[in-house]
């Protein structure tokens, strides 16, 4: 059974750079079926999506954040990571790492859904 | 949201409640949705993927159907564990990426 896990900071600064990393265990990152995303639920508000990346490090990103992103994956370590620069006070959100099933093909396959999350952790932007 | 869901929907144990997700030919028209169930400080959990399939270990009382741009989820039998936020998802081909809908707070009278 896949399980994701996140690591991060809780706390940071404006103006500073997020940077988050995700586990997976119990399977590989290397699947071809699937992509690897990240999604933040600000507080009190619904789910966005923020990146996903294939695991030959093809990289998507939201458009509404495109440019302060960046998603990158290690296969050597099973881990895939997020890096939001230049964060203020709306980037305060609970951080998800999430898998992506994806079908129609066994590379580059289109988007199925959100198949495991992680529990998510919770990131602060406040000096 | 790209995609509409109600705020919120109610119903007391025992009864069938139906919770939608409004889009367009971009998104749900032409891709397949999926629904989540979201528990404060959980992981969310998959319900529905491919419009109506349920992964293992997800009970019947739980279905999805589409229809055109549109979809639903229904719960029968409703329980008290029920009680949560529900949201739907889908490929929006003109953002070209997944969207999410706003979330329906599901209360168990």
Redesign the interface.
């Given at each position: 059974q896949v399980q994701l896990q996140e690591s991060g900071p809780g706390l940071v600064k404006p103006s500073e750079t997020l940077s988050l990393a995700c586990t997976v265990s119990g399977g590989s990152i290397t699947r071809g079926d699937y992509y690897w995303?990240w999604i933040r639920q600000p507080p009190g508000k619904?789910?966005?999506?923020i990146a996903y990346v294939y695991y030959s490090g093809s990289k998507?990103?939201?458009?509404s954040l495109r440019g302060r992103l960046s998603i990158s994956v290690d296969t050597s370590t099973n881990q895939f990571s997020l890096d939001l620069t230049s964060v203020t006070a709306a980037d305060t959100a609970v951080y998800?790492c999430?898998s992506?099933?994806g079908?129609g093909s066994d590379t580059y396959p289109?988007?199925?859904?959100?198949?495991?999350?992680?529990?998510?952790t919770l990131v602060t932007v406040s000096s | 949201s790209v995609l509409t869901q109600p705020p919120s929907a109610s119903g007391t144990p025992g009864q069938r409640v139906t919770i939608s997700c409004s889009g367009s030919s971009s998104n749900i028209g032409s891709n397949v949705v999926s629904w989540y169930q979201h528990l404060p400080g959980t992981a969310p959990k998959l319900l529905i993927y491919f419009n109506n399939q349920r992964p293992s270990g997800i009970p019947d009382r739980f279905s999805g159907s589409k229809s055109v741009s549109s979809a639903s989820l229904a719960i029968s039998g409703l329980q008290s564990e029920d009680e949560a936020d529900y949201y739907c998802a889908t490929w929006d081909d003109n953002l070209n990426g997944p969207v999410f809908g706003g979330g329906t707070k599901l209360t168990v009278l």
């Open positions: 995303s619904g789910l966005e999506w998507y990103y939201n458009p998800y999430a992506i099933k079908y289109l988007f199925g859904y959100f198949d495991v999350w992680g529990r998510g | -």
